[in-house]
């Protein structure tokens, strides 16, 4: 299962994580899998294209875990973070057995 975990203080995302395999399908036949990841870089390629704000980024390249953390306040990463989560949870709610995001306040 694909686990999402959304950080957030005072409803402003801070971090986000994302980790696991869906198996929903084969390796390049997972449409969960390639869902979940076609939503978290094109919203990360978003952010560095359209403002300045460099997050920091954990990405293990065989797949299987993403980290993007905030450490500045931009109202545009905000906005493109908070897509990410609506895109991701649209995907939960059709594939409920294959990936579970979660969202937490954090001081």
Same mark, same amino acid.
């Given at each position: 299962?694909?686990? =999402? #975990? $959304?950080?957030?203080?005072?409803? =402003?995302?801070? /971090?986000? @994580?994302?980790?696991?395999? $869906?198996? +929903?399908? &084969?390796?390049?036949?997972?449409? =969960?899998? $390639?869902?979940?990841? /076609?939503? =978290?870089?094109?919203?990360?390629? $978003? ?14 390249? !065989? ?5 993007? &953390?905030?450490? @500045? +306040? ?12 609506? /895109?991701? #949870?649209?995907? &939960?709610? /059709? +594939?409920? !057995? ?6 937490? &306040?954090?001081?």
């Amino acid at each position: 299962m694909v686990h =999402v #975990e $959304a950080k957030l203080k005072d409803d =402003v995302v801070k /971090s986000i @994580e994302m980790s696991g395999h $869906a198996d +929903y399908g &084969e390796h390049g036949q997972d449409i =969960v899998c $390639a869902g979940a990841s /076609s939503v =978290v870089f094109g919203n990360t390629n $978003a952010i560095f294209q359209l403002t300045d704000v460099e997050p920091v980024l954990d990405i293990n390249n !065989d797949g299987g875990y993403f980290f993007l &953390e905030v450490k @500045e +306040y931009d109202q545009s990463v905000d906005l493109i973070l908070k897509t990410m989560i609506i /895109s991701l #949870e649209t995907i &939960e709610q /059709s +594939y409920k !057995d294959y990936i579970k995001v979660t969202k937490s &306040e954090v001081d």
